[in-house]
Structure formats: structure tokens, C-alpha cells
């Protein structure tokens, strides 16, 4: 069974940081791209970053680009959103994703709240 389980959401004021996991299961993780995605109150869902299976390669929204960073870590089959200089349009339930065999699986996501 596939499971994408993410923590690390919280409320943190404007400038600060944060460090989002997501903890993978069920399939073979090192083979699989993974992407980070967000969903604002009242919005639709945002793509956020994305990684290939080998870490090669990152993509990041202009909206984030230069502020947050996605890395892997295969052997403990985890891909994490390093977080900085949070402003308060960041503030949505951010959750991860993988697609496999054309099916797209996320997991329950992580609010992350930035107010002052």
C-alpha cells in the first residue's frame, strides 16, 4: 500500500523557517519523481517543487523559487521542503506527491500557517 505521510507544518511568523518532511512507503522510492504541492484557503491546488528520482534535477514555482528547497533522501525514503524567508501568502496545507503507473497518490498534508 502506498502511504505519504508529511510533518513539519506549523504556525511561524513572516521571515522565518520551516522544514517539511514526507515520509514514503509502499513502493520504490528511489525510482519515483516527487513533487511538493499546496492548497491556500479558498484556492486551488499550487505546484510548488519538484525533484526526479536520481536528485539530479529541481523545479521550483517562481512564486518560491530562491527561498525554498527540495531535497531527497533515498535510502530513508524521505523528501523533505526546506522552507526560508516565509511570507504569509506560503500559508496553505502543503502536502507531497507521487505519480505511479500514471496514478497520482499524496498524502493528507501539513498546514503551515505564517502570521505574525
Known amino acids: 500500500e502506498v502511504q505519504l505521510v508529511e510533518s513539519g507544518g506549523g504556525l511561524v511568523q513572516p521571515g522565518g523557517s520551516l522544514r517539511l518532511s514526507c515520509a514514503a512507503s509502499g513502493f520504490t522510492f528511489g525510482s519515483v519523481g516527487m513533487t511538493w504541492v499546496r492548497q491556500a484557503p479558498g484556492k486551488g491546488p499550487e505546484w510548488v517543487s519538484g525533484?526526479?528520482?536520481?536528485?539530479?534535477?529541481?523545479n521550483y514555482a517562481d512564486s518560491v523559487k530562491g527561498r525554498f528547497t527540495i531535497s531527497r533522501d533515498n535510502g530513508g525514503n524521505t523528501v523533505y521542503l526546506q522552507m526560508n524567508s516565509l511570507k504569509p501568502e506560503d500559508t496553505a496545507l502543503y502536502y507531497c506527491?507521487?505519480?505511479?503507473?500514471?496514478?497520482?497518490?499524496r498524502g493528507k498534508g501539513t498546514l503551515v500557517n505564517v502570521s505574525s
Open positions: 506527491r507521487a505519480r505511479l503507473n500514471g496514478i497520482d497518490y
Open positions: 525533484m526526479y528520482s536520481g536528485g539530479s534535477s529541481t
